[in-house]
């Protein structure tokens, strides 16, 4: 059996958007309906995708704005990206593509292992990005593409480690 590689993945988006639910729904199974803004919170899980056993380390951050300054931790010892938005929000819509051009610059590469995600899809109701947009967006950025909901545990990154 080959050693667990490690990896730790950080999850950005918007205010409010559900980093914490998606994480939390994702490590520990459950959804907590109440609001409680981010500092900073890491988790580990281990998974398994096509034999090999993975130590992943998620870094829930706090949210952020077009406005705030992208933090240089957040460009250090990272594997890969969450970015997430709410397709319930245009404001977190555009504040993801903000942050991505951040992030790229931050790296000062030109592509980083993302995974674009819009959250909060069981809110059909108030649905204003449709899945296309979304898609089209992660394929600019050559990044993988889901919808979730932390709310009804519809969500599945483990094909995208
Ligand atoms: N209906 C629905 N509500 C959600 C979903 N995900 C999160 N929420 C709710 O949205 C609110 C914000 O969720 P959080 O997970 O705290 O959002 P966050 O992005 O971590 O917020 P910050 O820490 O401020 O950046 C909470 O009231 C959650 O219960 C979802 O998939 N569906």
Excluded: C
């Excluded at 639910?21 to 919170?41: H, M, R």
């Amino acid at each position: 059996m080959p050693q667990p590689k490690y990896r730790k993945i950080a999850v950005l988006g918007y205010r409010s958007v559900g980093k914490s639910s998606l994480t939390i729904q994702f490590v520990e199974g459950q959804f907590v309906d109440s609001y409680d803004p981010t500092i900073e919170n890491t988790f580990n899980k281990m998974v398994s995708v096509n034999g090999q056993d993975f130590n992943l380390q998620l870094v829930d951050t706090a949210g952020q704005d077009e406005y705030s300054i992208f933090p240089q931790s957040h460009s250090m010892d990272i594997h890969g990206y969450v970015l997430v938005y709410s397709v319930t929000s245009m404001k977190s819509f555009e504040v993801v593509q903000v942050l991505h051009d951040k992030l790229l610059d931050m790296v000062g590469k030109i592509q980083v292992p993302t995974v674009l995600v819009g959250n909060k899809k069981d809110l059909h109701m108030e649905r204003v990005i449709k899945p296309e947009e979304g898609k089209k967006l992660a394929d600019s950025w050559g990044a993988a593409f889901m919808e979730s909901s932390a709310k009804e545990n519809q969500l599945d990154f483990s094909h995208h480690i």
